[in-house]
């Protein structure tokens, strides 16, 4: 028994996957479309599984969203209990046990999926370099983590977030996407990730 998955789901209650290169199909074939997804990016604060504590990413993660507030997966079904896409889960789900947690380990070598390996429009690879570049995750995560309780936030930084801001909104004006694949195609904006740090800014969201 210890070695079959009981679809108890939850593991789908805790975390919702990180994506691997082995999950590409899924995403192109549409099992798994852009709107569901969103990207980590590189320098990003995220939650090591596999130590049990928060880290700065080395390298970007695009992971399936979770619903609201919550770290419910969102292919997962609360009254059944299950994955509504069980037949054709990630690699990160078929390989988890509860009982056997060890096997995620052999995951962590794996590589994983990167929004490079999912978009071939040269223009929206442009933008997402773009964004990258001028929007350092990095060095605006070190900022913050530099702050304390008594700082205020520096207006370069202040400036920063209105610049993500705007960029996103300009995105979606010029280029025929999804509004709920903005989060994949540019990650969290500074403006959200701001809140896991606790800190509250008199900006309202563009």
Same mark, same amino acid.
Request: without cysteine; negative net charge.
């Given at each position: 028994m210890n070695g079959a998955c009981k679809r108890c789901g939850e593991c789908c209650r805790?975390?919702?996957?990180?994506?691997?290169?082995?999950?590409?199909?899924?995403?192109?074939r549409g099992v798994i479309p852009f709107r569901y997804l969103y990207t980590l990016r590189k320098g990003e604060k995220a939650?090591?599984? !596999?130590?049990?504590?928060?880290?700065n990413l080395q #390298?970007?993660?695009?992971?399936?969203?979770?619903?609201?507030?919550? @770290? &419910?997966c969102i292919f997962f079904d609360p009254l059944s209990s299950s994955c509504t896409i069980y037949e054709h889960r990630p690699l990160q789900c078929r390989v988890f046990l509860c009982s056997r947690p060890e096997h995620s380990k052999a995951l962590s070598k794996r590589k994983k999926l990167q929004?490079?390996?999912?978009?071939?429009?040269p223009e929206i690879l442009t933008i997402i370099d773009a964004h990258n570049q001028r929007v350092d995750m990095a060095y605006f995560i070190e900022t913050?983590?530099? !702050?304390?309780?008594?700082?205020r936030i520096r207006? #370069?930084?202040?400036?920063?977030?209105?610049?993500?801001?705007?960029? @996103? &909104?300009?995105?979606?004006?010029k280029l025929p996407l999804n509004p709920d694949e903005i989060q994949f195609y540019l990650g969290r904006s500074l403006?959200?990730?701001?809140?896991d740090f606790g800190i509250e800014l008199d900006i309202t969201p563009l």
């Open positions: 805790r975390s919702s996957p990180t994506l691997h290169l082995e999950d590409r199909a899924l995403v192109l939650f090591d599984n !596999l130590n049990q504590t928060l880290v #390298e970007e993660l695009i992971k399936v969203k979770e619903k609201g507030d919550t @770290r &419910e929004r490079t390996d999912l978009v071939s429009n913050l983590e530099s !702050l304390s309780n008594s700082d207006d #370069e930084t202040v400036e920063l977030i209105l610049y993500d801001l705007h960029f @996103r &909104e300009f995105i979606k004006e403006y959200e990730i701001l809140k």
